[in-house]
C-alpha cells in the first residue's frame, strides 16, 4: 500500500495569504523581541520594524500582547481503540480544539491492534487523520510487540514515511520484556530515532490489582493504589538503564510524579540522554479526585496512566522541574472517554478506560501554573510548550520558533485576559473536563495556522482537512548531535535568504 498524499484544495491556497502582525512582543526559547512579523503564503517572511510590505496586506495589532510560536502537543490519541472503547475525539474535533487552545501542531500515536503490522496500522492511522485534521499532524508509532517484522518496518517507517519516534510500554498486556526493551531501543538508535517508554512496573501492576480486588477494592480509587509512584519510578530507572546500555536516546511519556521526575534527573546527571515529558493534567490537577467521596463519575473521569497522585504537592514539584529543565516539555496524552465509557470499569477499577483531556487547555494551565505564578517566563513557556517538541522529534525551525522561513503558525497570547474552563463550553467532544471551573489568565486570541487566522478575536474557524502530515526526519541533530547544533541558532533579522540558509544548516546536519 502506498502512503496516502495530502492535497490542500484550491480555495484554501489562495485566500488570505499576506499577514501582518505588529506591535506585539515576538517570544523565543531564547528570546523575547519587539517586532513587527510578516506573512505570506504560510510562511514567516520578514521579522523586524518598518517593515516594507505589499498593499493590502491585513494587520493584526498586537500591543500589549505576545506572539509565541504554536503550541505542538507531542502526545494526544485521538479515535484511539483502547480498553474496549474508542476515545471520543477525533482527528477533526481533537485538532480543532488544539488550535482553540493555541496548539498548532499535535503528535499522535500510531498504535497497533492485536495481529497488526506497524506499517499497517500506520497508513491506516494517515487514512484516519489526514481528511480531518485541522492544523499539521506527525506520528509516533507504538510497539506493542516484538519481533523480527517489526524491526524491519521500523526501517521502512524511518527511512520512508517520516517517523523518527517509537513508543513501548513496560505495562499493560501488550508490555515489552527488558531483553525487547533493549533490542527495540538497539534498533531506534540504529535508525536514528527516538525510543519513547510508558515507564510503570506492569508485573507489579498485575499483583497489586490482584490484592486489592480480592480485599473488594473494585472503585476508582483502586487505581492509585495499583499503582504507586515507586511502580513508575522503578520503570523510569530502569528504561534510563537500559537505554544507557544501547546509548539510545530516550523520551519517557507522562511522567507523572516527583520520584519519577527524579529518576528522570538522576540519569540525565549520570549522563544518560532522556527527556521527560509531563502532563498538563499532573500540573493542573492531582490524584485527590480518586477518593471514593467524590463518586464513581468524577473519580473515574479522572483515571490515566501512570495515574495522578494524590500527593497535593505533585503539581508545584513538577512545575518547578520544567523550570529547571529536569524535565523538558508538556503533553496533553489527550484520550478522552465519555461518561458512559468511562462506566466499563463501574465494578472493576482495572477496566475504566485510561485516559484524559488537555489539548485544548495545555497551553493555558501551563501558563496559569507556569508564567502566571511567576515560577517560569514566557520563554521557558514557549520551550516546554513547542520548541522542546520541535527540537527533539526533528520539526525544529520550521515548527517551534519564530523566524524568516519557518511555518506561520503563531499564537497572539493575551496574558491580561482570562477564561473559566468548563466541559460546557469546550471545543472537545468529551463531556467531562478535568480543568472545570478553573480561572486561567493567558488566553489565545489570535491563532494563525500554516499563515491563516484560524482563531480571529477569539472566534474559532477550523477547517476540516486543512493540515498536513509533517515527516519527522531521523536522527534530529538537537537529540543525536547536541554539541554541532549548540552554536547554531538561526538569526531572527538576516536578509530573508541569509536566515532561510541559515535554516537550512541545521536541518542538513544529517542530510
Ligand atoms: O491513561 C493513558 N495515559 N491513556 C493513554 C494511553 C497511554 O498510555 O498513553
Ligand atoms: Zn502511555
Ligand atoms: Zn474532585
Ligand atoms: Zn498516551
Not at 93 to 98: E, I, R, S, V
Not at 233 to 253: F, S
Not at 269 to 281: F, S
Not at 402 to 410: E, K, N
Request: glycine share 8%; charged share 25%.
Amino acid at each position: 500500500m502506498s502512503t496516502p498524499v495530502k492535497k490542500v484544495p484550491i480555495h484554501l491556497q489562495s485566500s488570505q495569504n499576506r499577514l501582518l502582525i505588529r506591535h506585539g512582543q515576538v517570544v523565543n526559547e531564547d528570546g523575547i523581541t519587539e517586532d513587527d512579523v510578516y506573512i505570506e503564503d504560510g510562511i514567516i517572511k520578514q521579522i523586524g520594524r518598518n517593515l516594507i510590505i505589499p498593499g493590502g496586506t491585513r494587520t493584526i495589532d498586537a500591543r500589549g500582547k505576545y506572539i509565541l510560536p504554536g503550541g505542538i502537543d507531542p502526545h494526544t490519541h485521538f479515535e484511539f481503540e483502547f480498553m474496549g472503547a474508542k476515545s471520543v475525539d477525533d482527528f477533526y474535533q481533537g485538532t480543532k480544539a488544539a488550535i482553540s487552545g493555541g496548539t498548532t501542531m499535535i503528535i499522535d500515536f500510531a498504535f497497533p491492534k492485536p495481529g497488526e503490522s506497524i506499517l499497517d496500522c500506520f497508513y491506516n492511522y494517515r487514512q484516519k487523520a489526514d481528511d480531518k485534521v485541522c492544523c499539521d499532524y506527525a506520528l509516533h508509532v507504538c510497539l506493542s510487540h516484538w519481533s523480527e517484522q517489526v524491526k524491519r518496518e521500523m526501517e521502512l517507517l524511518t527511512k520512508e514515511h517520516g517517523v523518527n519516534s517509537f513508543k513501548m510500554f513496560m505495562a499493560y498486556s501488550f508490555m515489552l520484556n527488558d531483553g525487547e526493551l533493549y533490542s527495540a531501543f538497539e534498533q531506534c538508535q540504529k535508525l536514528g530515532a527516538v525510543a519513547q517508554v510508558h515507564a510503570e512496573n506492569g508485573s507489579i501492576i498485575a499483583k497489586n490489582v490482584e490484592k486489592l480486588l480480592s480485599k473488594g477494592i473494585t472503585g476508582p480509587e483502586g487505581h492509585e493504589l495499583s499503582r504507586p509512584e515507586d511502580i513508575e519510578a522503578e520503570a523510569v530507572n530502569r528504561a534510563c538503564v537500559i537505554a544507557k546500555q544501547v546509548e539510545c536516546p530516550l523520551y519517557v511519556v507522562h511522567v507523572m510524579s516527583k520520584s519519577a521526575a527524579e529518576k528522570v534527573n538522576e540519569a540525565r546527571l549520570r549522563g544518560t540522554q532522556v527527556y521527560g515529558e509531563t502532563l498538563v493534567a499532573a500540573i493542573g490537577t492531582d490524584g485527590t479526585h480518586y477518593c471514593s467521596r467524590h463518586g464513581f463519575q468524577h473519580a473515574a473521569g479522572h483515571v490515566l496512566s501512570p495515574p495522578l497522585r494524590s500527593d497535593p504537592s505533585t503539581p508545584l514539584v513538577l512545575m518547578n522541574f520544567l523550570a529547571q529543565d529536569v524535565l523538558q516539555l508538556v503533553g496533553s496524552d489527550n484520550c478522552t472517554f465519555n461518561k458512559a465509557q468511562k462506566e466499563l470499569g463501574k465494578d472493576n477499577f482495572t477496566k475504566i478506560p485510561n485516559g484524559v483531556n488537555g489539548v485544548e487547555d495545555r497551553m493555558s494551565v501551563v501558563w496559569e501554573k507556569g508564567v502566571h505564578t511567576g515560577l517560569i517566563d514566557p520563554t521557558r513557556f514557549v520551550a516546554i510548550t513547542s520548541t522542546n517538541a520541535a527540537k527533539i522529534f526533528n520539526l525544529y525551525p520550521r515548527k517551534g520558533y519564530i523566524g524568516v522561513g519557518s511555518d506561520a503558525d503563531i499564537v497572539i497570547w493575551n496574558p491580561n485576559a482570562t477564561r473559566t474552563i468548563s466541559a460546557k463550553t469546550h471545543h472537545q467532544a468529551v463531556d467531562f473536563n478535568i480543568f472545570e471551573g478553573m480561572v486561567c489568565h493567558g488566553v489565545p486570541e489570535y491563532v494563525i495556522v500554516n499563515g491563516r487566522v484560524i482563531v480571529d478575536e477569539g472566534q474559532l474557524r477550523a477547517v476540516q482537512g486543512y493540515g498536513r502530515y509533517i515527516e519527522s526526519p531521523a536522527f534530529p541533530p538537537f537529540v543525536y548531535d547536541p554539541e554541532k547544533v549548540a552554536d547554531l541558532k538561526p538569526e531572527r533579522n538576516g536578509t530573508v535568504e541569509e536566515e532561510i540558509q541559515n535554516i537550512r544548516e541545521i536541518e542538513k546536519i544529517h542530510l
